[in-house]
């Protein structure tokens, strides 16, 4: 139930993406974020905004921890949508979380990955990437590499 407590406080953020997925694109691009993460539900969870200001926009991020399943729940919603997207749930083993969900992109099925990784008491790394295949082969499309402000 303590995977996420890292996270607690806030953080600057410098971001990679890819800016067009799955048409085998190497443009990324580049813009910065700051974020903060606080714990809800007692630590049985916490919530997290990040401010995208040189795109004008924020996320918010909200994981829970399922005491019976022994996982995690993550769920991400955008200012630019206002739409609470499909959950991706997953544990942390060996340092490192895989968190799997179900999704759409432009109407159609795909899957999602998000791995955290890297993690140290003053930086962290997120990567999000998707197939549409199944998971036979993954796309890497959002990298984030969080410093302790």
């Not at 410098?14 to 990324?28: C, E, P, V």
């Not at 399943?69 to 979380?97: C, H, M, N, Q």
């Not at 968190?99 to 930086?123: L, N, R």
Request: charged content about 25%; hydrophobic content about 35%; overall charge negative.
């Amino acid at each position: 139930m303590n995977d996420f407590d890292f996270l607690i406080g806030s953080w600057n953020v410098t971001n990679r993406r890819l800016s067009t997925l799955f048409a085998g694109s190497d443009q990324w691009e580049n813009f910065a974020g700051t974020s903060t993460c606080w714990p809800v539900l007692d630590g049985g969870g916490n919530t997290e905004e990040i401010v995208f200001e040189s795109l004008g926009s924020r996320g918010l991020t909200l994981r829970l921890f399922d005491v019976e399943r022994k996982e995690w729940s993550i769920y991400w919603a955008s200012s630019r949508t206002g739409l609470l997207y499909p959950p991706v749930v997953g544990t942390f083993a060996d340092g490192r979380g895989d968190f799997y969900g179900d999704d759409t992109h432009d109407g159609k099925p795909i899957k999602a990955h998000f791995i955290w990784s890297d993690i140290t008491a003053s930086s962290a790394r997120w990567e999000q990437e998707f197939s549409i295949d199944d998971g036979r082969t993954w796309e890497s499309n959002w990298v984030m590499t969080y410093s302790r402000t």
